[in-house]
């Protein structure tokens, strides 16, 4: 199983980004996918979810302004993110759920993502 996120940069508030997950060697539409982020000295956050219906849900802080979506044709998970703020900075990863998996169990290697004010 392999992940390569990517994606990540800098960027201005209010701009944005959109984060490319590539899965191989799993069976990519059975699964969940999510991004999670890490930002300097916090814990690991899970940030957006998607599951092999497509239902999507998302941590309150990013509401509205981020959005993930899937692509069973390309083995891609994305994560669209729209009026970034300086909070918004981390390494994000992109996480895979099998359908007999009760958590993320495959992970990508993380993609930096930088907010300047």
């Known amino acids: 199983v392999q992940l390569q996120a990517s994606g990540g940069g800098l960027v201005q508030a209010g701009g944005s980004l959109r984060l490319s997950c590539v899965a191989s060697g799993l069976t990519f539409g059975s699964y969940a996918w999510g991004w999670y982020r890490q930002a300097p000295g916090k814990e690991r956050e899970l940030v957006a979810t998607?599951?092999?219906?497509?239902?999507?849900n998302y941590v309150d802080s990013v509401k509205g302004r981020f959005t993930i979506s899937r692509d069973n044709a390309k083995n891609t998970v994305y994560l669209q993110m729209n009026s970034l703020k300086p909070e918004d900075t981390a390494v994000y990863y992109c996480?895979?759920?099998?359908?007999?998996?009760?958590?993320?169990?495959?992970w990508g290697q993380g993609t930096l993502v930088t907010v300047s004010s």
């Open positions: 996480a895979g759920r099998s359908p007999l998996s009760s958590k993320y169990d495959s």
């Open positions: 998607i599951n092999s219906g497509r239902w999507t």
